[in-house]
C-alpha cells in the first residue's frame, strides 16, 4: 500500500520558516520523482517544487524565488521541502506527489499558515 505522508505544517509568522517532511512507503523511493505542490481555497493546485531521482534535476516554480529548497533522503525515503522568508501568499496546504513508472501518488496534504 502506497502512502505519502507529509509533516511540519503549522502556523508561523512572515519572514518566518518551515520545513515540510514527507514520507514515502509502499513503492521504490528511489528511482521516483518527488514533487511538492500547494492548493489555497478557489484555485487550482500548483507545483511548487520538484526533485528527480538522485537529485538530478530540481526544479522551482517562479514564485519561490530562492526561498525553499527541496531534497531527498532515499536512505529514509523521504523527501524534504525547506521554507524560508515566507509570506501570506504562501498560505495553502502542502501537497508532496510522488511520480514512479507512470504511476502518480499523493499525500493528504499538510496546511501552512503564514500570519502575524
Same mark, same amino acid.
Given at each position: 500500500? #502506497?502512502?505519502? +505522508? &507529509?509533516?511540519?505544517?503549522?502556523? +508561523?509568522?512572515?519572514?518566518?520558516? @518551515?520545513?515540510?517532511?514527507?514520507?514515502?512507503?509502499?513503492?521504490?523511493?528511489?528511482?521516483?520523482?518527488?514533487?511538492?505542490?500547494?492548493? $489555497?481555497?478557489?484555485? &487550482?493546485? &500548483?507545483? +511548487?517544487?520538484?526533485?528527480?531521482?538522485?537529485?538530478?534535476?530540481?526544479?522551482?516554480?517562479?514564485? *519561490?524565488?530562492?526561498?525553499?529548497?527541496?531534497?531527498?533522503?532515499?536512505?529514509?525515503?523521504? *523527501?524534504? @521541502?525547506?521554507?524560508?522568508? @515566507?509570506?501570506?501568499?504562501?498560505?495553502? *496546504?502542502?501537497?508532496?506527489?510522488?511520480?514512479? @513508472?507512470?504511476? $502518480?501518488?499523493?499525500?493528504?496534504?499538510?496546511? #501552512?499558515? #503564514?500570519?502575524?
Amino acid at each position: 500500500q #502506497v502512502q505519502l +505522508v &507529509e509533516s511540519g505544517g503549522g502556523l +508561523v509568522q512572515p519572514g518566518g520558516s @518551515l520545513r515540510l517532511s514527507c514520507a514515502a512507503s509502499g513503492f521504490t523511493f528511489s528511482t521516483a520523482t518527488m514533487n511538492w505542490y500547494r492548493q $489555497t481555497p478557489g484555485w &487550482e493546485r &500548483e507545483m +511548487v517544487a520538484g526533485i528527480t531521482r538522485g537529485g538530478t534535476i530540481i526544479n522551482y516554480s517562479d514564485f *519561490v524565488d530562492g526561498r525553499f529548497t527541496i531534497s531527498r533522503d532515499d536512505a529514509r525515503n523521504t *523527501v524534504y @521541502l525547506q521554507m524560508n522568508s @515566507l509570506q501570506p501568499g504562501d498560505t495553502a *496546504v502542502y501537497y508532496c506527489n510522488a511520480n514512479e @513508472l507512470g504511476r $502518480t501518488y499523493w499525500g493528504q496534504g499538510t496546511q #501552512v499558515t #503564514v500570519s502575524s
